[in-house]
């Protein structure tokens, strides 16, 4: 009968029925049963369980791993109780594979009986999991990105290992996806590691990622963004319901600005709301086209807001051709400065207007256990509707239930007398309307509907898991509620049925136990207990299995899945006393933790949030990640008895089957939940400092900090690594930094020289009195400023207000540009109109300076320039007063050392003149090291020079390879000349920096394309500096200078590029027009080629066009 083979559908359960070939049901069946995780993990603590139940003899158990060629044994025991239950801990190594199999053999021998079974089992290398984080998620040019690498296993210990797996090592890459750094043989401390990395002062802007390479095919990236940006001041909060119905009448709008420190913004408020049409017309009719839409403009009131409500009518929300959505755009313009910010929202409109879900239904029923669920009825825009009938039928049975504040009712329907193979369970709130018109959208009423099928059991008996709606909190333990039945022809005399209980999280057993159930003869239904603690260990997902054998052996079992609060192993507080104060006073954070614990904080600026909003590191999303990771709770199950399947009669995707097995010997694995894939980025550090500490014995730690000179909200937050404890995380705290006076300044990211701004100071009064204030602009030689307005003594400021006093601005030098703004309170008995100032009795003045960007029109060119010195005496000169001084050094390079602030520099300007200065700092850290004269502080400027600059570089790089004067942005070609200059020096950089080599090899296949069938280069693309060629612009000339640099990278001269250039100079070397510069240039080439006589030959030409004159010789040559 197909009753008998019903699909059991719930989401990982198990049940096994195992029937023995005996005389009658209540002779008591020797047999063993294995139970394992069906996906081992290396490195990781695993555990088997074994069973042996009605024994009658002494036995010998033992259990063999077989795994990498070893034989490892875990148990080999004599058993002599009637039933044993014991649960073996191991692990497994490494496998260099990643994934390989293993083989566990139980054996159980004694005189009568005999067991033997080999199962094999999939085994995988367990992966860490790897946090990036930043100081913060978005850099302005030329700031030093700081950011730490945390590595973790699975219960959330750390690693220290290094973080250079199969040599591969944490990367940078900037937007173009080149690789900009790369870190070798970085070392883990307690799981921690923190860099930092320079950028340049014009680098790519857009998102850079750091990346860390886990194993061959894992990799872990966290993102940030390198932009120029001014930070917001304020920010705009549009607030509105997220979704209404399309029978509303009304849509509340609330529009707010707020200071990053908490105060209203004062302003006017325009806001627009908009109802997109779904097609919309051409750009010929205009924006009334694209959208219905209805404005107003408000001040905002003394809470910086602006309400209002907007009829929905304009917007027709139940005619279709629109957009099921409304769109607010909220744009505040600050009093005083005119600055403007926006803020957005927007509003869902459904037709929904109400639906009813399942929130918890059992998959499966068993007659005589009560069927559990809970149903949760919202409206359209998923609010609770509460107090309301809703009605839930079974086949032809009806139950009505009303629904609590929360919009939900539980229900428990009786099964006794259910003997069908699946029932539908349908839930209604009101009856669907019948009507449908293509221009207009009807109302809706959505019901729930679930099928659910009949457990199957040969003797009717059956256990079940009461399902728990709410999330088990840690650190407490839970009661978990189990109802059974049991029929006498299942148990007959027994007075005692164990129960057996698994506990399953990240892919292994991590508690087993039993439970001695005492029954009454006959009929035997009821429930009890079942408790476990509640651990980190445990989080996010647990799975629970409750089974018991029969005396007939067959195997009665219900699981269940159970959502535990994402909690970590190591407690986490962080403070600050005071969490309030001054610019620049001082207060104490304070740290508790696990003792010994490495800590790391981090503080951010609220305006870098409100900039780049990121994901903030939380517990959840650390546990998540984990789990992600560890996805399978799957078991495999191995008996002595055989196994029969029943046949499945209907099948419903997206379900786990729950089945009752009866027969001879097989494995079962439980198939593991689908939870979505996780990435492991995340975030941490102050702008400012960056600070890793390790916690006291008793777990303490206090940092005194300076509150920066800023008035803002700062977030900071703290995460601990210990070995004991393994990994914390704390929630995020505030430290506000205000004073009730001061002044803030508004500038742009930066300015034209020579060309006026506006430079507003704005004096904010939060004193609970009126003030006079002065304001002031301290005078400099780099601008020249002027007031907008006459400019007065002193302002009148009373309570929550504020003054702005402008200034035009024009800069007259170049770079950052320093501009200081004071501001006092002054002992002045002059009053503010009728009221009486008063003068605060600490913080009476405030300065503030700011730096502002100040650049050059148009781009920066290198202009070469030659002055020829005489030193002929003038006729007028007094007799014996002329005075010469020349110095004599036995270093060729003595000059060199004497003025290498003129040799390190750092490089800047366009791809040539980037190389031009980036060349130099190799050759001098050769020179210096190879004569023993390199010191640390020498050395650690030139290589600093040498990132940036090869950082800068890559800015001109092109898709192709090749490199030009001002990169592809200008739809310049790449140049020859150049790209063979940055693919010699970068290859001569290697040993000082990383440089990526597919930089080298992109730049030596380009050049290869550029080579004639005669050997020869063609020339490619304009090169500005006419010096770096040697005034000299030809085929030969050019291909004597890639060789150059293709032999200095080094290639072999075999190759058969180096091979046919050769050729080429060869041909031309007979020649006898060669340029000067040529002939210098095939020389030194020949000379890395090793073909002596063609040296030779071209020097003892040189040596013939040489110009001497007494002890000198030169040539005369024109570079331009």
Known sequence: MCSNKTLLSEIL??????????????????????????????????KVCVQLTHLNESVTLSATLEYQGENRSLIDDVVSEKDVFTCIPFSVSTHPLGTSVAFLTVMVKGATLQFRSRKSVLVKNSESLVFVQTDKPIYKPGQTVLFRIVSLDKDFYPLNEKVDHNSFYPHLQDPQRNRVYQWQGVELETGLAQLSFPLTSDPIQGTYKIVVQKSFSSYVEHSFSVKEYVLPKYEVLVKLPKMITIKDKELPVSVCGLYTYGKPVPGLVHVQVCRKFSHSASNCYGKEAEAVCEEFTRQVNARGCASGVVRTKIFQLQRRGYEMSIEVQGKITEDGTGIEMTGTGSCGITPIMSKISFDLLDSLYRPGIPLFGKVKLVDGTDAPIANETITISVDSVEGNYTTDEQGQSWFSIDTTTFTQASLEIRADHKPELNCYDSEWITPSYEHAMRRINRFYSPSKSFLKIEPKPETLTCGSPTEIQVHYIFTPEAIGEQKKIVIYYLVMAKGGIILEDTHDLTVNTGDAYGTFQLTFPVEATIAPLARMLVYTILPSGEVIASSADFQVESCLPNKVRLSFVPKEGLPASNTRLQLHTSPRSLCALRAVDKSVLLMKPEDELSPSSVSLAVSGNKQELGLKVFTSSKIHKP????????????????????SFILPPQQLPKIYHPVSFLPPTSLNINYTSSEGNAALDVTIPDTITEWKANAFCTSADTGFGLSPTVSLRAFQPFFVELTLPYSVVRGESFTLKATVFNYLAACIRVSVSLAESTHFLATPVEKQEESYCICVNERKTVAWAVTPRSLGQVEFSVSTEALQNQQPCGNIIVETPEKGRKDTVIRQLLVEVCGLLSLVSMSEPVSLVLPETVVDGSARAYFSVLGDIMGTAMQNLHQLLQMPFGCGEQNMVLFAPNIYVLDYLNKTEQLSEEVKSKAIGYLVSGYQRQLKYKHWDGSYSTFGPRYGQVGNTWLTAFVLKSFAQARPHIFIDEKHIQDALVWLTQKQKENGCFRSSGTLLNNAMKG??????????????????????????????????????????????????????????????????????????????????????????
């Open 1031 to 1120: 005034g000299v612009n030809d085929e030969i000339t050019l291909t004597a200078y890639i060789i150059i640099a293709l032999l200095e990278i080094p290639l072999p001269v075999t190759h058969s590029v180096v091979r046919n250039a050769l050729f080429c100079l060869e041909t031309a070397a007979d020649e006898k027009e060669n340029h000067v510069y040529t002939k210098a240039l095939m020389a030194y080439a020949f000379a890395l080629a090793g073909k002596e006589e063609k040296r030779k030959a071209l020097l003892g030409s040189l040596e013939k066009e040489a110009v001497k004159k007494g002890e000198c010789s030169w040539w005369d040559i024109s570079f331009f």
């Open 647 to 666: 046949e499945i009669c209907q099948h419903y995707p997206g379900h786990v089957m729950e089945r009752s097995y009866s027969g001879s010997s097989t």
């Open 13 to 46: 359960c198990v049940l096994i029925l195992i029937r023995f070939q005996t005389a009658s049901i209540h002779i008591f069946v020797q047999q063993y049963m294995v139970l394992l995780p069906f996906l081992i993990h290396t490195d990781s603590p695993e």
